[in-house]
């Protein structure tokens, strides 16, 4: 992949509906920890969501996974058949969701770019998508949600921030959630690994993904906390769950001059940048507080 502006892989015309689904989490709570002027908290997105819903249409669901949001750089496809008559799902909003991410700090263009040809609420549940690009974690069932845009954009941007100019060539994410994360890593990676460990939520992320026919993505159920060594190394790797560390596996399978972005703790969360720089040696920095669900180990069907 070059660092030329790409569209999503299928204009958005072309996709069908997806079905209506169901279930919430709520995360853990954290205060901050770090000298950053900002936490980006489900709670505090939960509540923009619930005050926007009230102005807008009835919301069924309460939220809980990850955690905040823009100037774009690539055109985003039009909306799916039938949703145009939506103001809040038109390319002006997207648009304007990528200009909030880019007004908060994230100066990838690439990274940008990929965030406005995503279309955000194609991951949700009809009932929901209305909400899809303000600044908010919403459900997606099983007791998770959808990071909010912010730090979805910024995570990757970290990654991207690396010694061989941005380029990634395989990149392992860490809980797929509903999908829309791999969907933007797909833009900006040139191969992408997902682990997720909720046997629904692996299901959910296929439905959501196979319509869009994005051909560097595979999908795998299992234990994250494990990684993909049949398939390691890896030039980057993402955590959407707080473990109280990174496990070892995981830096075991990073490329030598590959880099590392997990939020790490438990009331009390930090974005941690792990970069391995030899064989045995991985140099560690602390960036922004943050507050996503646990790490857990093992799978859940």
């Given amino acids: ?75 985003a496809s039009a909306p799916v058949q039938g949703e145009r008559s939506s103001p809040m799902v038109s390319d002006a909003v997207r648009k304007a ?54 730090i979805v954009a910024r995570m990757i941007e970290i990654l991207r921030n690396n010694n061989n100019g941005g380029a990634l060539n395989r990149v392992l994410e860490i809980g797929t959630g509903c999908g829309y994360q791999a969907a933007v890593l797909s833009l900006v990676a040139k191969e992408v690994y997902s682990i997720e460990r909720i046997k629904g939520l692996h299901e959910l992320a296929k439905t959501n993904l196979r319509p869009m026919r994005v051909a560097n993505i595979r999908l795998h159920y299992g234990d994250g906390m494990l990684g993909l060594p049949q398939v390691a190394p890896f030039d ?36 941690q940048l792990i970069e391995r720089v030899g064989k045995f040696e991985w140099n560690s920095s602390t960036l922004e507080d943050c507050h996503f669900v646990p790490l857990r180990a093992g799978t859940h069907s």
């Fill in 97 to 150: 969701m990528v200009a909030r991410v880019a007004k908060q700090g994230v100066k990838d263009a690439k990274v940008l770019a990929a965030m406005e040809a995503v279309p955000r609420h194609l991951f949700m549940e009809p009932a929901l998508r209305s909400q899809a690009y303000i600044d908010a974690s919403l459900p997606i069932g099983y007791h998770q949600t959808i990071s909010q845009p912010y």
């Fill in 236 to 271: 980057g790797i993402i955590l959407a769950a707080a473990g109280l560390e990174v496990p070892q596996a995981l830096l075991d399978q990073m490329a030598i001059g590959g880099r590392l972005i997990a939020p790490v703790g438990d009331r009390r969360q930090v974005l």
């Fill in 1 to 75: 992949m070059t660092d030329k502006n790409k569209r999503f892989p299928l204009p958005l015309s072309s996709l069908s509906s997806k079905p209506a689904r169901n279930g919430v989490q709520q995360p853990q709570r954290a205060t901050p920890t770090s000298s950053a002027s900002r936490v980006a908290t489900p709670q505090t997105a939960t509540l923009n969501a619930s005050l926007n819903a009230a102005r807008t249409q009835p919301r069924p669901a309460t939220p809980s996974r990850h955690e905040t949001t823009s100037r774009p750089a690539a055109p």
